[in-house]
């Protein structure tokens, strides 16, 4: 395992990577960023992943949620992203959860974190709610054509900074779902190992009409 990890361990030995085979991460959503995520952080060595999805994989899907492939389509994202996690990394075990976040939450099983990677600003608002009720940190992700959103939450709300509706994202690029789940797994491996995280700071991540890239960051009010 150590040879597996020999990148990281540089970074921050070998007893902070042993470590990272205790914890327990659930990635609600399994389509663009919950693929992305689940990638970077099973290739990381997290131990454990909940994976949590009732969608099936459908061709428009494939660009830009890179854990499937042609031919997924049809099968459960869930499913399908549990066997490539555990594929890529014989140190990861994966569950996956054919079913909605209420349904799942039902469930009451304990993890270090919870990560949003859906595309549902009322299921968005669930996950909230259970981890202010349970006082359990979880991070917000979003993506919309080119920009996109991340929050690290621990004492602010989603739903005192944003309107709850039903309304469904644009266009999506695909480079933008990547670059803003690897944020989220940035923030989520500091934490997970120890490393200094800033909490209830919304980062967002935009190109102008000229391409430039910019970042702005707001500190969100305690709950």
Request: net charge negative.
């Amino acid at each position: 395992m150590h040879e597996f990890f020999n990148r990281q361990i540089k970074l921050w030995g070998e007893q902070t990577q042993d470590s990272l085979q205790d914890k327990k991460v659930a990635i609600i959503g399994s389509g663009g960023l919950g693929c992305s995520l689940g990638i970077a952080l099973g290739a990381s060595g997290i131990g454990e992943f909940a994976l949590v999805d009732f969608d099936e994989v459908g061709v428009h899907n494939i660009h830009r949620q890179i854990g499937f492939k042609v031919g997924d389509d049809g099968k459960y994202k869930a499913e399908v992203l549990k066997e490539l996690l555990e594929s890529r990394c014989p140190y990861t075990k994966a569950t996956a959860y054919v079913e909605g976040f209420d349904e799942f939450a039902k469930r009451e099983l304990e993890f270090d974190l919870i990560i949003d990677a859906t595309d549902n600003l009322p299921t968005r608002a669930a996950i909230n709610e259970y981890c202010i009720n349970h006082k359990q940190p979880w991070i917000y992700g979003t993506v919309e054509e080119f920009h996109g959103q991340v929050c690290f939450f621990k004492e602010a709300s989603y739903e005192a900074v944003f309107q709850i509706n039903d309304r469904k994202p644009n266009g999506i690029a695909c480079p933008i779902v990547m670059h803003i789940a690897s944020l989220q797994a940035n923030l989520a491996i500091r934490y997970l190992t120890g490393l200094p995280v800033k909490k209830d700071i919304l980062y967002y991540l935009s190109f102008d009409e000229e391409g430039v890239l910019n970042t702005k960051k707001f500190n969100l009010p305690k709950s």
